[in-house]
């Protein structure tokens, strides 16, 4: 039993920044990937940066060297900081985890990146 809840997503101007939170809560035991994802309207949700088993990082290409994954232990506390924001990156970005071959997800925060 794991609940992800994500915040920080708001509006931005192209160049902007941001830094979402998702604060997992319940039984975790042994996560084994969690991260976040997007999707944008009318397309599919994609990966963005996620950790991996023995605390490896994995980004998709369009955020490398944009977008930073962080996380605090004690807090139980995942961020995505989020820079150089570009219109492409407009999505809702959800928060996963995987334990024991389970799948969780927020409920999502809103990112939009206008002028």
């Known amino acids: 039993q794991v609940q992800l809840v994500e915040s920080g997503g708001g509006l931005v101007q192209p160049g902007g920044s941001l830094r979402l939170s998702c604060v997992a809560s319940?039984?975790?035991?042994?996560?084994?990937?969690m991260g976040w994802y997007r999707q944008a309207p009318g397309k599919q949700r994609d990966l963005v940066a996620t950790f991996v088993s023995g605390g490896r990082t994995n980004y998709a290409d369009s955020v490398k060297d944009r977008f930073t994954i962080s996380r605090d232990y004690v807090k139980r506390i995942v961020y995505l900081e989020m820079k150089s924001l570009k219109p492409e990156d407009t999505a809702v970005y959800y928060c996963n985890a995987a334990q024991w071959g389970m799948e969780y997800w927020g409920q999502g925060t809103q990112v939009i990146v206008s002028s």
């Open positions: 319940g039984t975790i035991t042994s996560i084994n990937r």
